[in-house]
């Protein structure tokens, strides 16, 4: 059971036009969400979260919107940069309140930026 | 610089073969855990680590084992590899659950890829 989908495997933009990245949910007690960006042959890094208690996150070009009773979480990056291509994972902590670490990743969209 | 370091990076085995990924970080976190990388699942958790000699396995842990008899150390052994344990690996630290602080963020290191024949 995939608890967190992306269900878009790719997407190509042109340089300086908004990229949006989707995910979506199933599990109604996630209530913190991550966005992880990976470089080929490098590991994932954090990129940037909400909390529950907001719908929308903001950090310079990022901005993540949630949408709660649609369990839908969506990435906007503007504008993009050929340096913003890359796997990108939304992810949510293990439900319940704590998490000892454990995230739930989706499977993944690979961002292709274009000069 | 605060890291966690996997080694090796690459490897080609065989059936049967035991290996052992190694896995440190230096950011004195509570929290390690391994995950796999496999196209169209994402990363999937394999075991998880509290603290020293606490463990529990993730959502994969067939075929694997682990041990935490350091802070710092996280290996995660394949006795018996097979062919379907082919895939891109990754040790994670973190501080520790949302009770101490902790926002979700994970540490990741840099990945071993590995092929069984």
């Known amino acids: 059971d995939q608890q967190v989908k992306q269900n878009s495997p790719s997407l190509s933009v042109q340089e300086g036009r908004i990229s949006i990245l989707n995910c979506d949910y199933t599990n109604s007690m996630f209530d913190y969400f991550l966005w992880y960006k990976k470089y080929p042959a490098e590991g994932p890094t954090f990129l940037i979260s909400?909390?529950?208690?907001?719908d929308k996150n903001e950090d310079g070009r990022f901005t993540v919107f949630l949408n709660k009773s649609a369990k839908h979480l969506s990435l906007h990056i503007v504008p993009s940069q050929p340096g913003d291509s890359a796997v990108y994972f939304c992810a949510a902590p293990n439900a319940g309140g704590t998490s000892y670490g454990k995230l739930t990743f989706g499977q993944g969209t690979i961002l292709t930026v274009h000069p | 610089e605060a890291q966690v370091t996997q080694n090796p990076r690459y490897l080609i085995t065989v059936t049967g073969k035991k290996l052992t990924v190694t896995c440190s970080q230096n950011?004195?976190?509570?929290?390690m855990s391994w995950y796999r990388q496999d196209p169209g699942l994402g990363l999937r958790q394999i075991y998880y680590s509290m603290n020293v000699e606490v463990t529990d396995k993730g959502d994969v842990p067939e075929g694997y084992k682990v041990s935490r008899k350091e802070k710092r150390n996280f290996p995660l052994i394949l006795e018996s590899p097979s062919p379907n344990q082919t895939s891109l690996y990754f040790c994670?630290?973190?501080?520790?659950?949302f009770g101490t602080g902790y926002t979700g963020e994970l540490f990741f290191g840099e990945g071993s890829r590995l092929t069984v024949l």
């Open positions: 909400i909390s529950s208690i907001k």
């Open positions: 950011m004195n976190h509570e929290y």
């Open positions: 994670a630290s973190s501080f520790g659950d």
